[in-house]
């Protein structure tokens, strides 16, 4: 399957942003879905995921209450509507596609087996 990611861009604190990861193939309804994402010079860290029904999400801590992934397996799309945002979200983000059924690692960039290109986030203070 391959991923591409938009949407990103350049948006004062507070503002919002809504990234789109775009599938191709016909199995996308049945992966799990995650966003991550990578500043300079740091690690890539999980932001969110989504179960392939799309019944069940988990977030990290700092992105909670402010960030929402969501998914329609009609269009093969995994959204991330980011609000509230904070120049410390600023970023590469990372769509990935994790096709094995269990989900308990999803927080582990290992567990993803396909992965789009990026697009840069920038939040200016």
């Given at each position: 399957?391959?991923?591409?990611?938009?949407?990103?861009?350049?948006?004062?604190?507070?503002?919002?942003?809504?990234?789109?990861?775009?599938?191709?193939?016909?199995?996308?309804?049945?992966?799990?879905?995650?966003?991550?994402?990578?500043?300079?010079?740091?690690?890539?860290?999980?932001?969110?995921?989504?179960?392939?029904?799309?019944?069940?999400?988990?977030?990290?801590?700092?992105?909670?209450?402010r960030f929402t992934i969501s998914r329609d397996n009609v269009r093969n799309t995994v959204y991330?509507?980011?609000?509230?945002?904070?120049?410390?979200?600023?970023?590469?983000?990372?769509?990935?596609?994790?096709?094995?059924?269990?989900?308990?690692?999803?927080?582990?960039?290992?567990?993803?087996?396909?992965?789009?290109?990026?697009?840069?986030?920038?939040?200016?203070?």
């Amino acid at each position: 399957v391959q991923l591409q990611a938009s949407g990103g861009g350049l948006v004062q604190a507070g503002g919002s942003l809504r990234l789109s990861c775009a599938a191709s193939g016909r199995s996308f309804s049945t992966y799990n879905m995650g966003w991550f994402r990578q500043a300079p010079g740091k690690e890539r860290e999980f932001v969110a995921t989504i179960r392939f029904s799309g019944r069940n999400t988990v977030y990290a801590d700092s992105v909670k209450g402010r960030f929402t992934i969501s998914r329609d397996n009609v269009r093969n799309t995994v959204y991330l509507q980011m609000n509230s945002l904070k120049p410390e979200d600023t970023a590469v983000y990372y769509c990935a596609a994790d096709p094995s059924a269990y989900s308990g690692t999803y927080y582990l960039p290992r567990t993803y087996k396909y992965w789009g290109q990026g697009t840069q986030v920038t939040v200016s203070s």
